[in-house]
């Protein structure tokens, strides 16, 4: 099981906002930058979020991340069919010198 | 325009041993950590391996400590990732990643990924 606990599933109908929690420690979240990806089956994942709350080119402002203490969370506003798909958060650990993700939610828009 | 291309991928017996590369074009290749991070079949993401952009660190997830190393060839601009006594817990997509900072998990781009099968 992953260090990083985030829920196996969440959901919410078109046009509503959802948010993906991603739960570690001070080795990891509390003392590091937190990046959140998108994954669609048979495909790389795809950056959405990083240095916890930044966006890369190109990615809504639909999309939006937060840290607070040893947890950060993913969110996503007017939410869209095409949005379903896994949201992995990731982030390094001081302690072990190591990457680490969470275990992935899958999102489903009802 | 920024590319990062696996190779090597294949299906090997337990215990025997494979080398994956990464080549990468579109940037400086020394400006940027490269990491590998693979993906059991139906699992999530696992973080591998980090090699530092000068080259000079080494990071390993505690799951491949001892059996995999990372290593950079700046004349090719590309990153290998030598696995020994390969288990059948080994098997995933692999893929390598640009990180857009030091000792975080950011990366900005992926390459397709490549396919390693354990099994006897």
């Known amino acids: 099981q992953s260090v990083l606990t985030q829920p196996p599933s969440v959901s919410a109908a078109p046009g509503q906002k959802v948010t993906i929690s991603c739960s570690g420690s001070?080795?990891?979240?509390?003392?590091?930058?937190v990046s959140w990806y998108q994954q669609f089956p048979g495909t790389a994942p795809k950056l959405l979020i990083y240095?916890?709350?930044k966006r890369p080119s190109g990615i809504p402002d639909r999309f939006s991340g937060s840290k607070s203490g040893t947890s950060a969370t993913l969110g996503i506003t007017g939410l869209q069919t095409g949005d379903e798909a896994d949201y992995y958060c990731?982030?390094?650990?001081?302690?072990?010198?190591?990457?680490?993700f969470g275990g992935g939610t899958k999102l489903t828009v009802l | 325009q920024v590319q990062l291309v696996e190779s090597g991928g294949g299906v090997v017996q337990p215990g025997k041993s494979l080398r994956l590369s990464c080549a990468v074009s579109?940037?400086?290749?020394?400006?940027?950590?490269i990491h590998w991070v693979r993906q059991a079949p139906g699992k999530g993401l696992e973080w591998v391996a980090v090699?530092?952009?000068?080259?000079?660190?080494?990071n390993y997830a505690d799951s491949v400590k001892g059996r995999f190393t990372i290593s950079r060839d700046k004349s090719k601009n590309s990153v290998s990732l030598q696995m020994n006594s390969l288990r059948v817990e080994d098997t995933a997509i692999y893929y390598c990643?640009?990180?857009?900072?030091?000792?975080?998990?950011?990366?900005?781009?992926w390459g397709p990924g490549t396919l390693v099968t354990v099994s006897s």
């Open positions: 240095d916890n709350d």
């Open positions: 990731g982030t390094w650990d001081t302690s072990l010198s190591s990457g680490m």
């Open positions: 001070t080795s990891n979240i509390g003392n590091n930058y």
């Open positions: 090699r530092s952009y000068d080259g000079y660190t080494k």
């Open positions: 579109g940037f400086t290749f020394s400006a940027f950590a």
């Open positions: 990643a640009r990180a857009i900072t030091s000792r975080t998990l950011s990366f900005d781009y």
